[in-house]
């Protein structure tokens, strides 16, 4: 890949993994049936989406420095290939991988990732290739009003071991590096901006591991309103209390009224925000019921990251989207349809294929994707064409969306906002009035729950294009 110039890019680019079983309600007659013999090939058809979301699981787990993420990916045996730079060389299993991985992240403060090209997937048996061209941006320790970029010619290959597939040899080829420009006030804001929401999804997500490396020894949590109302300091206190909050709910998801307002001066940033969580109890998984918060977030740079230092979390409004007395089907429906938008958001599309039935259709209005998509293949490409275009996606809704559910058929219907980021300074608005209708496939004993999967989709786009943000 040639060296690129490019702004400064701020991709918050989670991986979001719903437990769940992809059932086959009605491929349960015997293996020499017909039906399920297509059913094996529908789920094999998806195997390469399976690696490519592995592969991008990787990219992210080293754009966020987490060694041990990445260490997880791994076979005892694997091989890293390190091809240019102060690292060339060749190391074999964990240990030697994981040093390397180690001396990589000290050299740069903080680090980012895009594709330029789609990745090359192939799976064959029991192994698999991902190959790419992959650009990191990175900011430089003791350098940190620098950027710079590093071209890798990517290659990881996989084994499959149990049900899931292992990295037993990675080749990271340094094509071309570069410095991009000194960093702008402008830029810093963006960067702080993507730390709040990316703190936001780890919340979403109740994941404690990926909450605490955010906040500096000495940082301070303000919990005002609810059971959890107090004061914690220190980063075991307040994981602690994410911790107590997290056994409160079954599934968590959030979104906010309004973009969050950044401010920043010399090395201190603030974040404030009015943002909703929606949530379903552990006690009441029949249950949806939302929290409204208003944010703050106090943030000090060091060494080019920023650290948490002060957060409030003000609840100022609680109360159920669905009541009790309300059939679990209307709530689990809502719960998909949170789940498929928040899956758009993360541009995860083995995520978001995995609602569909296999002949379903999404209708895509106003746009330049206009047009209408039938089946897995079709509906997998648009998918992807989407998520091309933006370097990062948030969505929210002001009003709950509108649940309907009739005999074995459920409809959704909502007006929903994707913020939409196309480069480092480019933060779009895209309105949809949105359409899912859900058909149940019958009870799935394995969750516990009906199998509702997307038969019809349509995605209109308001206004026909993406407007800019400033414009609201």
């Known amino acids: 890949m040639k060296p690129t110039t490019v702004g400064i890019i701020v991709a918050v680019v989670l991986i979001v993994v719903f ?108 192994t698999a290739q991902v190959t790419a061209p992959v650009q990191f941006v990175v900011t430089p320790y003791g350098v940190n009003n620098t950027v710079e970029y590093i071209n890798v010619s990517y290659t990881l290959d996989f084994l499959k071991s149990g049900t899931s597939f292992y990295i037993y040899n990675e080749v990271w080829h340094i094509t071309g590096t570069g410095v991009i420009a000194h960093i702008p006030q402008q830029v810093l804001t963006q960067e702080v901006e993507a730390s709040a929401f990316e703190h936001w999804d780890y919340i979403a997500i109740e994941n404690s591991s ?31 209390t994410w911790d107590k909050f997290f056994n409160l709910w079954s599934a968590v998801w959030f979104y906010t009224i309004s973009p969050p307002s950044v401010s920043v001066m010399g090395r201190t940033a603030t974040v404030t925000s009015e943002n909703q969580f929606i949530l379903t109890p552990t006690t009441a998984n029949n249950t949806v019921e939302y929290l409204n918060i208003s944010y703050s977030i106090t943030y000090y740079r060091v060494s080019g990251t920023y650290l948490i230092t002060h957060e409030v979390w003000h609840i100022v409004g609680t109360g159920y989207i669905s009541t009790n007395q309300m059939a679990d089907e209307y709530n689990q429906v809502e719960a998909l349809a949170f789940s498929h938008w928040n899956n758009i958001a993360i541009e995860n599309l083995t995520l978001v294929m995995e609602q569909y039935a296999p002949n379903a259709v999404l209708h895509w209005v106003n746009s330049t994707l206009n047009g209408t998509y039938t089946g897995y293949s079709e509906i997998n490409a648009t998918w992807n064409k989407f998520f091309t275009a933006w ?82």
């Open 210 to 240: 990926l909450l605490s490396p955010e906040y500096a020894s000495n940082a301070t949590l303000d919990w005002i309103g609810g059971p959890l109302t107090g004061t914690y300091s220190g980063v075991s206190s307040i994981i602690s």
């Open 391 to 472: 370097i990062a996606v948030w969505f929210y809704s002001e009003e709950p969306p509108m649940i309907t559910v009739k005999g074995d058929m459920a409809y959704v219907n909502a007006t929903v906002q994707f913020v939409v980021q196309k480069n480092s300074t480019t933060f779009d608005y895209i309105n949809v009035s949105y359409q899912i209708v859900y058909q149940n496939m019958g009870f799935n004993v394995k969750t516990g729950q009906f199998q509702y999967q997307i038969v019809n989709e349509v995605f209109n786009v308001l206004g026909g294009s993406p407007k800019p943000l400033s414009d609201l």
């Open 19 to 126: 437990a769940g079983a992809f059932g086959y309600v009605d491929y349960m007659n015997a293996k020499t049936n017909a039906n399920y013999q297509n059913a094996v090939n529908t789920a094999n058809g998806f195997k390469p989406n399976a690696v490519l979301g592995d592969a991008f699981e990787h990219w992210d787990y080293i754009a966020i420095e987490n060694t041990t993420l990445v260490a997880s990916q791994y076979l005892p045996n694997a091989t890293l290939t390190w091809i240019g730079g102060p690292l060339s060389g060749t190391y074999k299993g964990i240990s030697s991988i994981n040093n390397t991985w180690n001396k990589f992240f000290s050299l740069w403060s903080a680090v980012w990732l895009y594709t330029v090209n789609p990745p090359v997937t192939s799976v064959s048996g029991n």
